[in-house]
């Protein structure tokens, strides 16, 4: 069967459970982890959230693969709360939906992305000049 990217967007976010960036500021304070999956040219022109994650959309899986060799320190196990961040809130869940096919059932992304996070007045800070 062939799919619009709007019907295989929505297929992907069915399950998920997408926190505003108010909510996943909580969650995050509670031990979930931030991962900004936006490339360097995007980041350096929107900003970037202290303290998530850098890993670029096309290296995602493997870094957050616990059972992976080329996993990051901070993928622990299938347990650990993912909350994929881009610029609008799209990328995101697809990259969640498949970071669930991995077992990493909680994975989320950040409804609204970045822009919601910013527009929320929640910190950022440019990629050269550190805290907004």
């Known amino acids: 069967m062939v799919m619009t990217v709007d019907q295989l967007l929505a297929k992907a976010r069915v399950g998920l459970d997408r926190p505003d960036p108010v909510r996943a500021r909580a969650e995050v304070a509670e031990g979930a982890r931030l991962v900004d999956i936006r490339p360097?040219?995007?980041r350096a022109r929107e900003g970037e959230i202290p303290g998530a994650l850098l890993i670029e959309r096309n290296v995602l899986e493997w870094r957050l693969d616990p059972?992976?060799?080329h996993?990051?320190?901070?993928?622990v196990d299938h347990g650990v709360r993912w909350i994929v961040v881009c610029s609008e809130g799209y990328a995101s869940s697809l990259a969640a939906a498949s970071l669930r096919e991995l077992g990493l059932y909680r994975a989320t992304d950040l409804d609204g992305g970045f822009v919601a996070w910013a527009a929320a007045g929640?910190?950022?800070?440019?990629?050269?000049?550190?805290?907004?």
């Open 122 to 132: 929640l910190p950022t800070r440019s990629v050269d000049q550190g805290l907004r």
């Open 71 to 75: 996993r990051i320190p901070e993928a």
């Open 40 to 42: 360097a040219a995007q």
């Open 67 to 69: 059972t992976g060799s």
